[in-house]
């Protein structure tokens, strides 16, 4: 994210923020990830591969792809043969992507413990949900974040809509979800933090 918390500008389009050292983490905590998942959102807005370059398809980690109401488009780079690709969308969504596996759970939305579950029994270990703010903030609300790793860039986007690593209701206002700071990290011209989820 900006230093002052965004993740991308007002419409919501891909902004480089990470520096190149934090390119090379990123591109590691990848490669050792059983699985990488993002919202549909995050699949429309930017179309990402989701992939390891220089990794054959066998060993890049499985895609995942929050999307309850079938909204990723049949023509996303989510959908190549890079790697295997998981979709999963609420009970009565009956849509279905060439090249991807389905998974249905939950009556409205995803039930994220159920899809938990679920990546668990294909052997999923570890799991990296890169965003976008709404996802990320269903996975700290539902209690399913270990580990948070923030890479602050040294510039300002600003912008009331401009999305932040945890978008979506938000809690109330008595409620917060208590973060311990493990390590801090200069990395190029910006900072990589590291948080656990304090119990």
């Known amino acids: 994210m900006t230093a002052d918390g965004k993740l991308a500008g007002r419409s919501r389009k891909q902004v480089r923020?990470?520096?190149?050292?934090?390119?090379?983490?990123?591109?590691?905590?990848?490669?050792?990830?059983?699985?990488?998942?993002?919202?549909?959102?995050?699949v429309i807005a930017d179309d990402p591969h989701l992939t390891v370059k220089g990794l054959p398809p066998e060993r890049n980690p499985l895609r995942v792809v929050l999307d309850s109401r079938g909204r990723t488009p049949s023509s996303a780079r989510v959908l190549d043969d890079r790697s295997r690709t998981l979709?999963?969308?609420?009970?009565?969504?009956?849509?279905?992507?060439?090249g991807a596996?389905?998974?249905?759970?939950?009556?409205?939305?995803?039930?994220?413990?159920?899809?938990?579950?679920?990546?668990?029994?294909?052997?999923?270990?570890?799991?990296?949900?890169?965003?976008?703010g709404e996802t990320i903030f269903s996975f700290f609300q539902a209690g399913l974040v270990d580990r948070y790793l923030v890479f602050v860039g040294s510039q300002i986007i600003g912008g009331r809509n401009s999305p932040t690593p945890a978008d979506g209701d938000g809690l109330p206002d008595d409620r917060s979800i208590r973060l311990r700071l493990t390590d801090a990290e200069v990395l190029g011209d910006g900072v990589l933090l590291s948080y656990e989820v304090d119990a």
């Open 87 to 98: 979709i999963a969308t609420a009970d009565d969504c009956d849509r279905t992507w060439p």
């Open 17 to 42: 923020i990470s520096s190149p050292e934090d390119m090379d983490r990123v591109k590691a905590l990848r490669a050792s990830s059983d699985a990488i998942l993002v919202g549909v959102g995050t």
């Open 101 to 132: 596996e389905v998974v249905r759970c939950g009556a409205d939305m995803v039930d994220l413990a159920a899809l938990m579950d679920i990546l668990g029994e294909r052997g999923v270990r570890t799991l990296m949900v890169e965003g976008g």
